[in-house]
């Protein structure tokens, strides 16, 4: 049986020798919160919320939870945290 070569007979390569290589992207997935916060919607910035949905990085809510957004906020309730947080901030600028 004949074996396929590449190149010269001085320099020749059987094909099944040759690999293949695929070049790869290591990917860093961020470890994430597994408590209660998974079941609510976070306030943060929304210049954040729009940088994180165009490069997919984690963000920072008020109450602190590191998260990618991803989910329907509309679906969830209020993070009680970030609710409580929100308000104390708006009362302070409006001098409450």
């Not at 690999?19 to 929304?46: N, Y």
């Not at 998260?67 to 009362?91: H, S």
Request: glycine share 8%; proline share 8%.
């Amino acid at each position: 049986m004949r074996v396929p070569v590449v190149g010269d007979r001085r320099h020749a390569v059987r094909l099944s020798d040759v690999g293949t290589s695929t070049p790869t992207e290591t990917v860093i997935e961020p470890t994430l919160d597994d408590g209660d916060h998974d079941r609510f919607s976070h306030f943060a910035r929304k210049s954040d919320i729009v940088e994180s949905a165009v490069t997919g990085r984690p963000i920072v809510a008020l109450c602190g939870k590191v998260w990618v957004p991803g989910r329907n906020p509309d679906r969830y309730p209020v993070c009680p945290t970030c609710k409580e947080i929100y308000q104390r901030k708006k009362a302070g600028e409006t001098g409450a």
